[in-house]
């Protein structure tokens, strides 16, 4: 019993809120995880008020935000915490030594490879008892910055005009960022524990003062007005009351997970009694429950660094169609989009929504042959090596072929009035949840062994179901030749933006099935 109790209270990092973690039955890397967080909002808000733009140079905030980072990392993660410096500086050596037509690739090849090597040490390491925030929870963050960097630097000056995307184009870089400039861009407080992802010509007008004016003139020009009112200038607009209302969603996730998340343990569903005993329909009423149970900590983390964004000021994306500021530039979900998807596209287009932007970057606007399925395995060695990952990942794909095939030759039946579409979209929206939980039990799971007890438990019945129906209905349906690198359409596998964090200049129809 000892050694469970330890087992559950270890961390590599500091052992100092020890007596808190035994205290409220919290095991310690979480409690330091959320003691650091906390500590952002409150430095964020600090951040904006104390250092902004008008009271400090850009140097000084770039120093602040390195140094908090870094302390936040070696707070969580002890000596773990020097892999995620050194990938960066190795990274950065890259980017100012390599010539500009193969910076991108020997960026990827390196950080991909030095997050597999950690991912696979992980695995020895923790032998499965994987900590619920350990080291290379931040190396994937950084990795995600440090190959998104490299290819825009090698668009902005590695490529003609007329070779890019209008994305592209318009996140290109033209000269390669300073030590300083680099190093606050992976290693900042504000996102260096769970993120997001953001692109580093945004990161730099935030911390310059140009954030909130570029934002506004973007959107002025995308509406083709030319100029926005009060945009001549960088407005000091308070973003208190988005932080508030993410706050208070934090809040609500929280107690969800406090008081229904720990009574549906994920690992129930592979209990050999459970599944000798209960019947089918129960067991999957079971799965269905747990999995949307496990949802509120990711929506816990995700929101809480959003809202410290926002807290320092970073994350405006412009006016909403009320006129009121939109703080969601950088938001990573949506959770009203989740929870009542009708697709497996909309569903994955609302869920990590950052790590998507990065997959459509680096991978399928770029993948010569079979973007999909080289988006699919890209994002499964990013996530790690545990084989529940890529049962996850491997099983989308067929789920992903069937849903697209349903939605093209099956859907314009059931337009024909309201109530049939209701009927249609209640049926979807069901079929949606259960395969979601179908797909996603394995990277929960993690094992071979008990992904493949679940899946026998489940006759594997939506591995069948979707390639049947994607076989039956391929013969239907002719698929559009996939456009050319220069359009701006392309059927996306992992979306970017859910409708309400849409960026007004990204390609709106890069969708995910």
């Given at each position: 019993m000892g050694d469970r109790v330890d087992a559950a209270f270890k961390t590599t990092g500091s052992k100092l809120l020890l007596p808190v973690s035994e205290f409220f039955g919290f095991p310690l890397d979480q409690v330091n995880f959320l003691a650091c967080q906390v500590f952002a909002l409150a430095a964020a808000f600090w951040f904006r008020l104390y250092l902004g733009p008008r009271h400090a140079s850009p140097l000084l905030r770039h120093a602040v935000a390195i140094l908090f980072g870094v302390a936040f990392v070696i707070f969580c993660f002890g000596w773990y915490s020097v892999h995620i410096v050194i990938l960066v500086m190795l990274s950065y050596t890259v980017i100012i030594t390599s010539d500009i037509s193969n910076v991108h690739r020997y960026s990827l090849v390196l950080s991909m490879g030095y997050l597999t090597v950690c991912q696979i040490s992980r695995v020895f390491i923790y032998n499965y008892g994987i900590l619920s925030t350990d080291f290379s929870g931040p190396l994937m963050i950084v990795t995600q910055k440090i190959t998104t960097l490299a290819f825009q630097l090698h668009d902005g000056i590695g490529k003609k005009p007329e070779e890019l995307t209008l994305d592209q184009k318009r996140l290109a870089l033209i000269q390669r960022p300073s030590l300083v400039e680099y190093l606050s861009y992976n290693l900042n407080f504000l996102s260096v524990l769970v993120g997001p992802c953001s692109n580093y010509q945004d990161y730099v007008d935030f911390i310059e003062g140009r954030h909130i004016h570029?934002?506004?003139?973007?959107?002025?020009?995308?509406?083709?007005?030319?100029?926005?009112n009060g945009s001549d200038q960088s407005p000091d607009l308070s973003p208190l009351g988005a932080v508030c209302s993410k706050l208070l969603l934090c809040g609500g996730c929280m107690l969800f997970f406090l008081t229904v998340t720990r009574s549906l343990p994920i690992m129930h569903n592979v209990d050999p009694h459970f599944i000798s005993h209960a019947p089918f329909l129960t067991r999957l009423v079971y799965a269905f429950f747990s999995i949307q149970a496990a949802r509120p900590k990711f929506y816990f983390a995700w929101t809480l660094a959003d809202a410290i964004n926002n807290a320092a000021g970073y994350g405006f994306k412009g006016m909403d169609a009320n006129g009121k500021p939109s703080w969601d530039l950088i938001c990573n979900l949506n959770i009203w989009g989740i929870e009542t998807a009708t697709s497996f596209k909309t569903f994955i287009d609302n869920w990590n929504i950052q790590t998507g932007v990065w997959l459509k970057s680096v991978c399928y606007d770029r993948a010569p042959h079979h973007p999909m399925a080289m988006t699919f395995v890209l994002s499964a060695l990013w996530h790690g090596v545990y084989p529940g990952y890529y049962f996850t990942f491997i099983t989308a794909i067929p789920i992903t072929a069937?849903?697209?095939?349903?939605?093209?030759?099956?859907?314009?039946?059931?337009?024909?009035?309201r109530g049939v579409k209701l009927l249609y979209d209640l049926m979807t929206w069901a079929a949606t949840q259960l395969a979601i939980c179908y797909t996603v039990m394995p990277f929960l799971l993690l094992a071979v062994e008990p992904t493949v007890v679940y899946y026998r438990s489940m006759f594997f019945h939506v591995h069948l179901i979707s390639m049947l129906v994607a076989i039956a209905l391929h013969s239907k349906h002719t698929p559009a030749p996939r456009p050319p690198p220069s359009s701006s359409s392309a059927p996306f596998p992992l979306s970017p933006y859910p409708s309400h964090c849409q960026d007004p200049h990204s390609n709106n129809n890069l969708k995910a099935e």
């Open positions: 570029r934002r506004l003139r973007q959107q002025a020009e995308g509406a083709g007005n030319g100029h926005l069937a849903a697209r095939a349903v939605r093209r030759c099956v859907r314009h039946h059931f337009l024909c009035s």
